[in-house]
């Protein structure tokens, strides 16, 4: 599929073999669980703690879906087509015994089950549990080495050094390799693009740079604080010659590259610079059981109440296919016509990345 949406949408979308497909002809793959508001760190890109000091307030508990509400959502939409789930938050290992949530998902047949996770609460026994409860794969995020720059972006106190140990803990487990996560930005920490290509070339892991986006309301965000894709592979290539690799599924949001010199893979995702709205197949189910059909959707669609009051599971397929199906979603493209006038939009950490 050409990964720029271009085209006018279709009036005769719909589903085939019970696959469901949206206005562009885009088809429902991937479905991304936030299971938690409620983040460890305070990440100037995402949940800065100007805004998000010790007195705010999170989603209660009882707002929350439970782990049997996400499995039987997670149940049906493996019927309409999802071959891969993503655990995200809010920091999803905040939320206890995740694992469980993990294995019940492993028995419905999925895929490719993955976490993302900052890291902070990944131990080698967490990790372990995980992978034991059927976890294929997990990002963790780590946006600089240097203590003082991380410290600076996390909003925290914690060390880099722990992140890394984290990452260790993964690989010993058994989720080697390990996609590790850098968000990108002009003047914070497009400094230590290099230091941090430097660490993880020769090993099994991935790195993979991340432009800054405008997730949400309250990062600030402004288009010249964007390193781009470009910037960062020139910089890269400067030192450590790359070449492109080839799309290994289709809807992969990062552009990969292989050093020349046999160092490994990097990855480039390039949200704002070069959209990849055309080929996006991702729903994301928020913590309080509303659908989003776009990172950058301005709300969501809820299920939680209905979920709570008897509805089949067959009303469930149908109100999800219904919402995919109408699903017309663009926004890059369009941020990328509008600079930095785009309207408001949910914010990351109340749906995960």
């Not at 995740?98 to 028995?107: M, P, Q, R, T």
């Not at 289709?250 to 552009?255: C, D, N, R, S, T």
């Not at 959707?297 to 009051?309: K, N, S």
Request: glycine share 8%; net charge positive.
């Amino acid at each position: 599929m050409d990964t720029t949406v271009h085209r006018q949408p279709s009036q005769a979308s719909g589903d085939r073999h019970g696959i469901v497909t949206d206005t562009y002809g885009r088809t429902l793959r991937d479905l991304r669980i936030s299971v938690t508001d409620r983040c460890n760190l305070r990440c100037r890109y995402c949940m800065p703690k100007e805004l998000f000091g010790a007195s705010y307030k999170f989603m209660p508990m009882m707002q929350l879906l439970t782990f049997e509400e996400i499995t039987r959502i997670t149940r049906c939409l493996v019927e309409l087509g999802v071959e891969k789930v993503r655990l995200t938050g809010g920091e999803p290992l905040v939320r206890k015994n995740l694992e469980d949530l993990v294995a019940n998902i492993s028995e419905l047949g999925v895929i490719d089950i993955a976490v993302t996770t900052n890291g902070v609460l990944l131990t080698e026994k967490k990790a372990h549990a995980l992978k034991a409860a059927g976890l294929r794969r997990i990002t963790v995020s780590l946006d600089a080495l240097d203590p003082d720059v991380f410290q600076f972006m996390s909003g925290s106190k914690v060390k880099p050094e722990q992140i890394l140990r984290a990452i260790d803990a993964a690989a010993a487990a058994g989720l080697d390799p390990v996609k590790v996560n850098m968000v990108v930005q002009r003047g914070v920490n497009q400094n230590s693009i290099l230091p941090m290509a430097e660490h993880f070339r020769g090993t099994r892991h991935t790195l993979r740079f991340i432009e800054f986006m405008d997730v949400g309301t309250t990062n600030g965000w402004l288009l010249k604080d964007v390193v781009t894709a470009d910037e960062i592979r020139q910089l890269i290539n400067a030192k450590w010659p790359l070449e492109p690799l080839p799309k290994r599924y289709p809807g992969e949001v990062a552009q990969r590259y292989r050093y020349r010199d046999g160092g490994g893979d990097i990855g480039i995702i390039a949200s704002v610079t070069k959209p990849f709205c055309g080929a996006c197949t991702r729903l994301r189910l928020a913590a309080d059981g509303k659908f989003y059909t776009c990172l950058f959707a301005p709300g969501g669609h809820d299920l939680r109440a209905a979920l709570r009051t008897g509805i089949s599971d067959a009303e469930i397929k149908d109100r999800v296919a219904k919402l995919w199906r109408g699903r017309s979603d663009r926004y890059s493209e369009l941020r990328a016509k509008a600079g930095d006038t785009m309207p408001k939009r949910a914010e990351m950490w109340q749906i995960g990345g």
